[in-house]
């Protein structure tokens, strides 16, 4: 360990703004034609991960259809087996006994029929009575865009990797009605089973600039009927991209099959917003006898809603693990670097860490957690105990390998007073602007403090993840940060000051941080899951054994460091 007193956190504030319109185009990607099929001739490792699930080579996206079928994890994603940028979208499939290390299979579906000809796009798995696994995909049928829903089932339900995919004839099973955009009307969810013996499922899509997430129904899972409304749908937040519903348990860390109703659960409805690519969801009630779902009014129903995570992360999708009782939730991370350096490097986007969602004992929020899998990657060990760090400090953490890292910490402090005042002009910002206000080189009261990491020795290049703490009318703000501002010297690539408010109590005057710091990644969960910021870096010297790792403070108020675990992790086998 060392220690760096006083530190002079110098860096100028960047501020990022951007238009959100509709241009008639309702596909999510950038499309680059000329390199769509340039396959890569070398892939660069230098910020490659060594944990987290990505495929040797060229693009990927949503994570589809993830499931567990006797005893193996099933993920499907999208893929260009041609190259590192969107496009020839496929679905590949791997394979895993612990949701860490990861074999690669053929692909499991691909454009080969007319109600698919132009597309393979995202959908889920769902298990039917008599263990008969069966997937639900959006099929591109032409070159205008027109979406329709099919479905694909095992050829050979005795392979235990269940290898090839069949899809049958009697495709397509839904086609858009009048009135339905058929451009944007795609990702079903999981099937639930209602107690009228009815499966349902939910497409996502728009009216002018309504998301809608419609619900469709069926007693044989071939033959399905649109129900008379949406089961939601909110005004102002666009195309709703990978609908998600499922129940949560109202106690207990359990997860629930999707077909779980009752008095004792909850309904969580995910959204992925097509127009500025981030996540939200609510909490709420679902009412099957008029498949109505009703949000609670503990948190917006729009784009300022709760997030999954406040960071790089989309397109996720969840699944029941009736293994170990559990939902576990799957998130990809795009690059934040330009097509042009994916092509160079050869390759483009990462799965984040599967995490478990459980529902908050207060019932305003979800928690989110790596999966206990995880650690069986823990290698070397070191612990920093009752560390104070005054304003100023920094404390470099030896002895792991910081570019490849599970790092927890708790933070203690010994009074709330010196929190600052939140300016009554910030509650019309998210929390992100006022991260990109008050960042981690702004001297504060009650923070921030936090960690550095990928970060130089001189530090030329951090990213630093921490906590600031304000007060409001007599109560307090926790502000979380994942600041890329100084993450690289590489000046062209997108470098946000993400961030998010952290629902927590403070009466223990304690914070908890964990960072999953893995080469161009770092996966934060505050407060045991409550806030969640994944951020994609992407240094120029601080890579492999130049990197670090510190705590710091920069905060008048004394902090202590009363426990810090941090773990090199080894790679894992994936793909």
């Known amino acids: 360990m060392e220690l760096h007193n006083k530190f002079l956190w ?251 109703l009752g008095q004792n659960v909850k309904h969580a409805l995910k959204v992925s917003l097509d127009a500025t690519r981030f996540e939200y969801y609510t909490l709420g009630k679902y009412y099957p006898a008029e498949d109505r779902y009703v949000p609670d009014n503990t948190s917006p129903d729009n784009w300022k809603g709760l997030r999954y995570d406040y960071g790089n992360f989309y397109a996720s999708k969840s699944f029941f693990d009736p293994s170990k009782n559990r939902r576990v939730l799957w998130g990809w991370a795009n690059e934040s670097d330009a097509a042009k350096d994916d092509i160079k490097k050869g390759w483009a986007g990462i799965q984040l860490i599967p995490r478990t969602i459980t529902l908050d004992p207060i019932g305003k929020q979800l928690l989110q957690w790596p999966v206990k899998e995880l650690d069986t990657l823990r290698g070397a060990h070191v612990r920093l105990s009752n560390q104070l760090l005054k304003k100023g400090d920094l404390v470099g953490v030896t002895g792991i390998t910081p570019a490849q890292a599970d790092v927890e910490v708790t933070f203690s402090f010994r009074s709330l007073d010196l929190a600052e005042p939140f300016d009554p002009k910030w509650k019309k910002l998210d929390a992100q602007d006022v991260c990109s206000k008050r960042g981690s080189f702004v001297q504060g009261g009650l923070g921030p403090f936090g960690l550095v990491t990928l970060a130089t020795e001189d530090l030329q290049e951090y990213t630093p993840v921490f906590f600031r703490i304000f007060k409001d009318a007599g109560k307090h703000v926790v502000l979380m940060c994942s600041d890329a501002t100084r993450s690289s010297l590489k000046k062209e690539l997108y470098r946000p000051s993400f961030a998010g408010f952290v629902d927590v109590d403070l009466t223990d005057k304690k914070l908890s941080l964990r960072s999953l710091i893995d080469h161009s990644v770092v996966e934060s969960f505050g407060a045991g899951g409550k806030t969640c910021i994944s951020s994609r870096v992407y240094p120029t010297k601080a890579v492999s054994d130049k990197a670090h790792l510190y705590a710091f403070n920069n905060g008048t108020e004394a902090i202590t460091v009363e426990t810090l675990d941090a773990w090199s992790m080894k790679t894992a086998k994936v793909n």
């Open 10 to 260: 110098a860096l100028p504030v960047f501020m990022l703004s951007f238009l959100i319109s509709y241009n008639g185009v309702e596909a999510s990607h950038n499309v680059y034609l000329h390199y769509q099929s340039l396959s890569a001739i070398k892939v660069e490792q230098v910020h490659r991960t060594g944990y987290h699930f990505q495929p040797k080579k060229h693009w990927i996206n949503d994570p589809n259809g993830p499931m567990y079928y006797n005893g193996v994890y099933h993920l499907f994603y999208q893929y260009n087996p041609k190259g590192a940028v969107w496009g020839n979208i496929v679905w590949a499939h791997s394979v895993s006994t612990d949701l860490i290390n990861w074999t690669p299979l053929e692909p499991a579906i691909f454009p080969s029929k007319p109600f698919d000809k132009y597309g393979c796009w995202s959908g889920s798995a769902t298990v039917l009575p008599g263990n008969k696994p069966v997937i639900l995909y959006t099929g591109i049928v032409d070159k205008n865009n027109t979406q329709v829903q099919n479905y694909a089932v095992p050829a050979n339900l005795s392979d235990p990797y269940l290898r090839k995919w069949v899809k049958p004839d009697n495709n397509p099973l839904i086609v858009s009605e009048a009135g339905v955009n058929k451009t944007a009307f795609r990702d079903p969810t999981t099937a639930w089973l209602g107690r009228d013996g009815e499966w349902r499922i939910l497409m996502g899509g728009r009216r002018k600039d309504t998301g809608i997430a419609f619900l469709y129904k069926s007693r044989d899972f071939m033959k399905w009927k649109k129900a008379a409304n949406p089961i939601h749908q909110s005004a102002g937040t666009g195309n709703w991209e990978c609908p998600d519903f499922y129940p949560v348990a109202k106690s207990g860390t359990n997860g629930l099959d999707t077909s779980v």
